[in-house]
């Protein structure tokens, strides 16, 4: 009988580069932490650790600095504990190909966590600690890892990384908004909304897309407790959306082909 697995599985390390500019696109706070090749390896590292929120397992700034390609092409989990074990003494050995100096800790420490990814929410700290201790602190939010799953692909890996951009802050999510939209309205592509309950829906491009793809993601967080969508049209009288029971349950009778509103929140 197969043994269960100790420690998660890893994702590539080339994966990890390819979506964190897609859960971190521009407009987002400190993006330039988020999304560089530190923090991708930084990442990279809590997986291989095991550092994902509810395994008991942290790491510190510096095992980023230890590691090295030849080490992170090691997954079994017998390979990956006794990294952990050694990446974690008081070793001070040489260490062939690592991937970074020793003194980069620090800007792992105070730029990738403490300005870039902790502020997100995606890694969370444990602060019931000596700042003395040597024992690691920082782990990634269970959320964020799942999205990293090899196996997520196309609209579902879409609607989830749309889903989960709700925990950015609301500038962030302004920004964002407004440069899709921009983009967008150039022809670019259609405008992804994404709804207050996980859900999104693809709108032409246009301006008018553009504003009811603000006024669902932007203007329904900031002014609506629970926002929900009940009806969401584009100008050429296309219907998005519609929600009968809740239409129906707030009293509203929406007849597309006589009366079409832009769109109806509630809350």
Do not use: C
Not at 54 to 78: E, L, S
Not at 143 to 155: H, M, T, W
Not at 215 to 223: D, T, Y
């Amino acid at each position: 009988m197969n043994e269960k697995p100790v420690l998660p599985p890893v994702p590539p390390l080339s994966l990890i580069k390819e979506r964190l500019p897609e859960l971190f696109p521009k407009g987002v706070d400190s993006r330039q932490y988020l999304v560089r090749d530190i923090a991708a390896k930084t990442v990279f590292v809590m997986f291989y650790a095991g550092a994902i929120q509810g395994q008991g397992r942290f790491i510190r700034p510096d095992q980023v600095t230890r590691m090295t390609d030849a080490q992170a092409a090691k997954t079994a989990d017998a390979e990956r504990l006794q990294w952990i074990r050694e990446s974690l003494s008081r070793n001070t050995e040489p260490i062939k190909g690592r991937w970074y100096a020793t003194n980069t800790r620090e800007s792992i420490r105070d730029e990738t966590l403490r300005d870039g990814v902790i502020p997100t929410g995606v890694v969370i700290k444990q602060e019931d600690m000596a700042t003395t201790s040597s024992k690691g602190r920082y782990a990634l939010e269970k959320e964020f890892a799942d999205l990293f799953d090899p196996n997520l692909g196309g609209k579902k890996l879409e609607s989830k990384i749309a889903a989960w951009q709700r925990h950015l802050s609301r500038e962030s999510r302004a920004r964002i908004a407004l440069i899709k939209g921009r983009a967008a309205a150039a022809g670019e592509n259609d405008v992804l909304v994404a709804f207050p309950n996980g859900e999104t829906r693809r709108m032409a491009p246009g301006a008018s897309s553009v504003l009811s793809k603000a006024a669902i993601e932007v203007f329904g967080s900031l002014f609506l407790e629970q926002p929900a969508v009940v009806f969401l049209s584009e100008s050429s009288r296309k219907v998005v959306a519609q929600d009968h029971a809740l239409a129906s349950d707030i009293g509203l009778q929406i007849e597309p082909d006589r009366n079409l509103p832009d769109i109806i929140l509630a809350d």
